[in-house]
């Protein structure tokens, strides 16, 4: 696609519940990273996908959290057992990937922001 | 661990002035690659330059230029001929050059506000 994009733009749900924010990278990057943004702070590092395969998980807050990434492609992040303190805009980004230069740039999709009530 | 420190929550700046936003890191690491990233309401972040470690020469794109101290591991960004587009919050970022090395670190952010 012409730019990444990410689905939904806002979730409202109830504390306790699952949810599964999607991510849909620009066509061709092999690279796709999960942020996390909390009102007031800056981007925390979630999970960096290259390929299918996930080689830094590192900052995954909890085991509630969970990514996987099919067909080199789409990726969804998964949120179980939602708390208040998950409420924050989830980014995406990718990215070319494949060399680690300093010429790879990431392109950030707009953003789900998730409330837990 | 790297961080990136960015030690000005807001500024404010009047049209077609010029501003400078701070930004600091701290790292063991000789190579690696800075960015500064734009953040307007609509939520999407945007590339606005990047700076190689290795290299000696500031980087530039139209408006806005960097100081990069790398002794001082200092990476400001000069924004000139401020328009009210450019308000938006603007993120610093810190990224190894080691191969296969993805990991970006953020700082927390700058609020720019443009003063018609």
């Known amino acids: 696609g012409a730019g990444v994009s990410q689905s939904p733009s806002n979730k409202v749900t109830e504390k306790g519940k699952d949810v599964e924010l999607r991510c849909d990278p620009i066509?061709?990057?092999?690279?796709l990273y999960w942020y996390r943004q909390s009102l007031g702070q800056g981007l925390e590092f979630l999970i960096y996908?290259?390929?299918?395969?996930?080689?830094?998980k590192s900052g995954l807050p909890s085991d509630r959290f969970s990514a996987e990434r099919t067909g080199g492609s789409v990726s969804t992040l998964t949120i179980q057992r939602t708390q208040q303190e998950d409420s924050a805009v989830y980014l995406c980004?990718?990215?070319?990937?494949?060399?680690?230069?300093?010429?790879?740039?990431?392109?950030f999709g707009p953003g789900t922001r998730l409330t837990v009530l | 661990a790297q961080t990136v420190t960015q030690s000005q929550p807001e500024m404010s700046v009047q049209e077609a002035e010029t501003v400078t936003l701070s930004c600091t890191y701290d790292?063991?690491?000789?190579?690696?690659?800075l960015f500064w990233y734009k953040q307007p309401p609509s939520r999407q972040m945007i590339l606005v330059i990047r700076?190689?470690?290795?290299?000696?020469q500031n980087a530039t794109e139209n408006r806005f230029s960097v100081n990069f101290q790398k002794a001082a591991k200092s990476f400001s960004l000069k924004i000139s001929d401020s328009q009210l587009g450019d308000a938006a919050m603007y993120f610093c970022?810190?990224?190894?050059?080691?191969?296969?090395?993805?990991?970006?670190?953020f700082g927390t952010g700058t609020r720019l506000k443009v003063l018609a």
């Open positions: 996908f290259q390929g299918n395969s996930a080689p830094d």
């Open positions: 790292t063991s690491e000789s190579d690696y690659y």
């Open positions: 700076q190689e470690a290795y290299k000696q």
């Open positions: 066509s061709g990057h092999t690279a």
């Open positions: 980004a990718s990215s070319l990937g494949g060399t680690g230069g300093g010429t790879d740039t990431q392109y």
């Open positions: 970022a810190y990224r190894r050059a080691l191969s296969g090395t993805y990991k970006y670190i």
